[in-house]
């Protein structure tokens, strides 16, 4: 017989059961379009809800290289807790995120710490294909992770995630919902292998295509569109005008009639002055001014005009000339016609190597470099590694031109993403997360990184550097219920999280009242006691300081002022740990 203490427990698992089930219908009665589910509640909630996460660096997992090079972070734990940590020190500066999350195919062990069955299943809940909460548990699993990643990135920052056909559908929904049906760019389907490769006799489908959903933050992400020399190969013909035309008024532009006897189109070698020819049918009957106004206005003259009817539209496109020629259809049981148009005119009088931009295309075929990627990295990873040429594809699409972008992923897997960027040769900074489930860090992800940094086989090593951190944990309360003794031993234990928001990596000084990290550049110096007793010797400190600092202090207040400092442009002042705080509280809200 179960004893009290279980009983109770299970009565309350299944009155939050009855009330999470009472909140889901709700919201089906009242959402008439999106995406509705059981959110079922993860079981390290417990930990955010009681403790404060923080980030503790490692020092002896720390990869040296080139100084002078860029140093990236890797960072071992739940990436929940880890974003939770980067809300505050990245939040808003993230230019890229890429993550590869489980696809949930049911053999993928993909698992969930489901907090009811938490006593059942220690190590998570097992997600097999006929699961009953199969989606629900995987969207509770994504959502809190994508809201956290939207945060954390810039304003025109990107987000790419690869997905196949199992939550392909979930995840858009989602999505929409997290970043804005309005920032929904893309959607990538990506061929990752080759028909009939491998034995398929036994199979009903072979699934060729992945996708890799693509959505900016807002309305000022752009992918970046290849620039390739314009071409004049198409500009091959001219119009002899051979007759005087009709002029008449058409949607307020003015058009000369030509008759079929009235002109000739002759074909010429390309050349700047000529014109290309193009189809006024399908897409381009709504797609541009010409094709609309062919649409609008020319197709409804065919019985008035007859057949082979030329007009001459003046008014009409951005090319050299200020006319487009038209055709009408030349067929009585046609429908279809031509327009004939000029270079454009900022390519025309672009001097310096002419140029167009490309379309994003939204299909590619890496077949190959997903065929062969195995040995990539020199760490043996069946788990879905992926290419380093697809990685570097997806990141040329959306690193900004021109400055040092901050690339996230927080699905890290073998660390392919930071190999990629590496392989750049850009000097852009990668922040890597991921768990040490199954010794994946210590055995795949950071034995990766360090081969790429210093070289494997034939390969050249990057001779970058990578700081290593851990989540951990502070305090005794939630977030909401923080008491000052929490509120202490989070300034305390800040340091790090500080420096890495300040881009100040190196620990150059630390004692029982503070420290003091360093860059190339600058300093970050922090008063963690709430004591003051050392206070005049830590103010002498930072004025020795060389380079532009700032000084995090603790203070119970949200300003603090120190006359020292006052009108020290090298000094900038904080105070923690209540900024802290009040992001925490932020995503304690949201979830």
Not at 20 to 47: H, M, N, S
Not at 288 to 315: A, C, E, M, W
Request: hydrophobic share 35%.
């Amino acid at each position: 017989m179960p004893d009290k203490k279980s009983l109770q427990q299970r009565d309350n698992h299944i009155l939050k059961l009855e009330k999470e089930i009472e909140k889901w219908k709700k919201a089906v009665k009242t959402q008439r379009y999106g995406l509705v589910w059981l959110d079922v509640p993860e079981a390290f909630e417990d930990d955010v809800e009681n403790k404060l996460p923080i980030l503790e660096e490692v020092p002896k997992k720390a990869i040296l290289g080139d100084k002078n090079k860029p140093t990236h972070i890797l960072i071992e734990g739940d990436n929940y807790h880890a974003l939770t940590c980067l809300n505050y020190t990245h939040k808003g500066k993230v230019d890229v995120i890429y993550i590869d999350p489980p696809y949930n195919t049911g053999q993928d062990g993909f698992r969930y710490k489901d907090k009811r069955l938490l006593d059942k299943y220690p190590d998570g809940t097992e997600v097999p294909k006929d699961h009953p909460f199969r989606h629900s548990y995987w969207l509770s699993f994504m959502k809190k992770r994508l809201e956290l990643a939207r945060d954390i990135l810039a304003d025109d920052g990107l987000i790419f995630i690869s997905i196949d056909d199992n939550e392909s559908s979930q995840l858009r929904f989602l999505c929409d919902e997290i970043f804005g049906q309005s920032n929904f760019l893309l959607p990538l389907y990506v061929q990752v292998r080759y028909a009939g490769k491998t034995l398929v006799e036994d199979m009903d489908v072979q699934k060729l295509i992945e996708t890799v959903y693509v959505y900016g933050k807002s309305q000022l992400a752009k992918l970046n569109r290849e620039e390739v020399d314009y071409s004049f190969e198409k500009f091959i013909y001219k119009i002899k005008e051979k007759g005087k035309p009709i002029i008449i008024n058409l949607g307020g532009k003015k058009v000369e009639v030509f008759n079929k006897d009235q002109y000739e189109i002759i074909e010429v070698e390309p050349e700047k002055s000529a014109l290309k020819e193009i189809w006024a049918t399908g897409k381009v009957l709504d797609g541009n001014s010409s094709g609309r106004f062919f649409r609008d206005y020319l197709i409804p003259r065919q019985k008035d005009d007859g057949l082979g009817t030329l007009y001459k539209v003046h008014g009409i496109g951005d090319d050299i000339y200020d006319y487009r020629y038209f055709t009408g259809p030349k067929k009585a049981t046609a429908s279809k016609g031509k327009y004939y148009q000029g270079v454009p005119q900022e390519i025309f009088k672009n001097s310096d190597g002419k140029k167009k931009t490309l379309p994003v295309i939204n299909f590619v075929n890496f077949a190959d470099a997903f065929g062969n990627c195995r040995h990539e990295g020199d760490v043996d990873f069946r788990s879905g590694k992926k290419p380093l040429e697809f990685l570097k594809y997806l990141l040329k699409l959306g690193i900004k031109p021109n400055k040092q972008n901050t690339i996230i992923d927080f699905f890290a897997g073998s660390g392919s993403t930071l190999e990629a960027v590496m392989d750049l040769r850009q000097n852009h900074k990668v922040v890597l997360v991921t768990n040490n489930e199954d010794k994946i860090m210590d055995n795949t992800c950071l034995p990766r990184v360090k081969n790429a940094i210093n070289g494997y086989k034939n390969k050249q090593g990057s001779k970058e550097n990578v700081k290593y951190y851990k989540t951990a944990f502070v305090g005794k309360h939630n977030i909401l219920d923080a008491d000052d003794k929490d509120k202490i031993q989070l300034a305390h234990h800040a340091g790090e999280m500080l420096a890495i928001a300040e881009n100040t990596l190196d620990q150059v000084k630390k004692n029982d009242y503070w420290q003091v990290f360093e860059n190339r550049d600058r300093m970050t110096a922090i008063y963690f006691r709430e004591e003051q007793d050392r206070i005049d010797e830590f103010v002498n400190e930072i004025l020795s300081l060389k380079k532009p600092v700032t000084v995090y202090m603790f203070s119970w207040e949200e300003k603090i002022e120190i006359l020292d400092f006052e009108d020290n442009k090298n000094i900038s002042l904080k105070t923690i740990p209540q900024p802290i705080l009040e992001i925490y509280k932020q995503i304690y809200n949201i979830i």
